[in-house]
């Protein structure tokens, strides 16, 4: 009877320990994935941006004897919003891959966006992160990470 309880036991924990690897190469590949996305979803929030600005100043340009208050305020309201959509994006970067000074002078050097952009990276990584609980250096430990 004791060897039928250590063979499952045995069977247990070896499945568990299969489980734990698989499930250790999930979260690495996702956390690429969400990585690369947040880098994706920064260069679009940049396009759209860029074309709502240029849109506005087209518009004071071609209506300059004829401007419309609720068109330029619209056009004004658009350009703060997509620009606070580009500001989250550079804090998804920072969740995803926490930066600091050095890195994003390299990644400038390296051409990951654009010069003018330096000022709001280097806002987000002047952020102090909060000290890391207890709990997630157990969990450290206990993943080797």
């Given amino acids: 009877m004791p060897d039928i309880w250590t063979i499952t036991g045995l ?12 499930q250790g190469i999930k979260n690495s590949q996702l956390k690429k994935l969400v990585h690369s996305q947040t880098w994706d979803l920064h260069a679009r929030a940049n396009n759209a941006t860029g074309a709502v600005q240029n849109a506005y100043k087209l518009y004071k340009e071609k209506h300059n004897d004829n401007i419309d208050p609720a068109v330029l305020e619209i056009l004004a309201k658009s350009s703060a ?9 550079i804090r998804h970067i920072y969740l995803s891959d926490p930066f600091d000074y050095e890195k994003v002078n390299k990644w400038e050097e390296l051409g990951k966006f654009e010069a003018s952009h330096k000022d709001s990276f280097k806002v987000i990584a002047s952020i102090k992160p909060q000290p890391e609980s207890w709990f997630i250096h157990f969990k450290k430990f206990l993943l080797f990470q």
Avoid: A, H, K
């Fill in 11 to 22: 069977v247990i924990t070896t499945l568990s320990f299969v489980y734990g690897i698989y």
């Fill in 81 to 89: 919003f997509s620009q606070d959509v580009f500001l989250d994006t």
